[in-house]
């Protein structure tokens, strides 16, 4: 399995971002996929997720903001940032794991990405 992530980088307060994951090595149409970040110095935090059937899911913190989507024609899962804050500066990280039933939860996820950076700053 592997995830690369992309399209992290500067931007300023209320502007967007669009998050790619790339995902191989399984059958990604199948899985589940999520995105959560990390500040420094602290641990993950689970901030969306989708199924293979297109099914969505955020954290509070997010919705209305983020959109999680995925082409499986593509092996690609995306994460549309709008309305950036400053708090919103972290790590980025996609994750997937096998037989995902309980999508919010960090422990069910086996594999995550190497991560992108994301800083909102003027």
């Known amino acids: 399995v592997q995830l690369v992530e992309s399209g992290g980088g500067l931007v300023q307060p209320g502007g967007s971002l669009r998050l790619s994951c790339a995902a191989s090595g399984f059958a990604f149409s199948r899985y589940a996929m999520a995105w959560a970040r990390q500040f420094p110095g602290e641990g993950l935090e689970w901030l969306s997720g989708?199924?293979?059937?297109?099914?969505?899911y955020y954290a509070d913190s997010v919705k209305g903001r983020f959109t999680i989507s995925r082409d499986n024609a593509k092996n690609t899962v995306y994460l549309q940032m709008n309305s950036l804050k400053p708090e919103d500066t972290a790590v980025y990280y996609c994750?997937?794991?096998?037989?995902?039933?309980?999508?919010?939860?960090?422990?069910?996820?086996?594999?995550w990405g190497q991560g992108t950076q994301v800083t909102v700053s003027s």
């Open positions: 994750g997937t794991g096998h037989g995902i039933t309980t999508i919010r939860r960090l422990d069910v996820y086996d594999y």
């Open positions: 989708i199924y293979g059937d297109g099914t969505t």
